[in-house]
């Protein structure tokens, strides 16, 4: 990779993660007045606007009120992370708690000001969300393409950024092959990542979506009714594939889908193994918060 390549100029903390780099902010002590660019702030939300390209879409009302109330009774904890714009200042990171705090109707956020590029910006975004969790398949997928496609990352360096394997990343490109009524069910929650991956070879994924959401059908389900599709294309009988081994194999898809790592299951009579794979520090760190239920 070239030495432009803008995954290459990415600043201290940022290579180790979001977490990184928001701990870094009760390592700085807080400054005053608005021309400063280091340290924690406290700015008008008004001078505050969300960037254009911010990787998540769909903010959920419930919680965007939950979220309002609990920074009306004990204000913002975490700083919004932003960057200068223009005569104000663009969300890099916390456009979610910046739109909670507007309800709430807080004057002033604190914030924690860094000049990042455009590659930088979309890069955090996407960490933020995906460590919380807060974005869908298609939001995550798309986000992928763009710092491909206008920043010239691969698969492999994207890996690496989001601590997940490349086939994850790969896997999730693949569903903007998918139309877009149903890369929407995708993005409303109506289908699972799951369910795309299997309708992406169907040979009719509209109709077959519609049907997998009405009947309400599993992952497995849908895989079954793709095969059969194919099967009654090729003029052969429907297969159908039983017993536990296949139950196996779709559970290994579903949580490596979740988890974003590859997931071998080893089933015996007695008891059994799940095993994890990892290939970094960063990836393995991600598996220990996720089973301690830590959030980062």
């Not at 990184?20 to 700085?28: D, I, K, P, R």
């Not at 109707?105 to 000001?113: E, Q, Y």
């Not at 299997?198 to 994924?205: M, N």
Request: proline share 5%; net charge neutral; charged share 30%.
């Amino acid at each position: 990779m070239s030495e432009d390549n803008p995954i290459r100029k990415r600043p201290s903390g940022l290579g180790r993660g979001l977490s990184s780099l928001l701990g870094e902010v009760a390592q700085e002590a807080p400054l005053t007045g608005g021309s400063q660019r280091s340290g924690i702030q406290m700015l008008p939300v008004s001078s505050l606007s969300p960037h254009p390209h911010q990787p998540r879409r769909h903010f959920d009302e419930e919680a965007l009120a939950e979220l309002a109330e609990s920074i009306r009774s004990r204000g913002l904890i975490q700083p919004i992370v932003v960057r200068p714009h223009s005569d104000g200042y663009q969300i890099v990171a916390g456009e979610r708690r910046w739109r909670a705090a507007q309800r709430a109707r807080v004057h002033d956020v604190p914030v924690l000001i860094r000049d990042f590029n455009e590659a930088e910006t979309l890069e955090v975004a996407i960490l933020e969300n995906i460590q919380r969790q807060d974005l869908n398949a298609i939001e995550e997928a798309e986000a992928y393409k763009r710092l491909i496609e206008e920043y010239g990352h691969t698969q492999e360096a994207l890996g690496h950024l989001v601590h997940k394997s490349r086939s994850h990343v790969a896997n999730l490109l693949r569903l903007l092959d998918l139309p877009d009524r149903v890369r929407a069910y995708v993005a409303s929650g109506d289908l699972s990542m799951g369910h795309a991956r299997a309708l992406i070879s169907s040979a009719d994924p509209e109709a077959l979506a519609l049907e997998v959401i009405n009947r309400d059908l599993s992952v497995r389900d849908t895989e079954k009714l793709v095969r059969q599709g194919k099967a009654r294309k090729e003029r052969r009988a429907p297969l159908e594939v039983k017993g536990a081994h296949a139950d196996i194999e779709a559970l290994q898809r579903q949580l490596g889908d979740m988890l974003g790592l590859r997931v071998q299951i080893n089933h015996r009579p007695d008891g059994g193994t799940v095993s994890l794979a990892y290939s970094s520090l960063d990836q393995l760190d991600m598996i220990c918060q996720r089973l301690s239920g830590e959030r980062i």
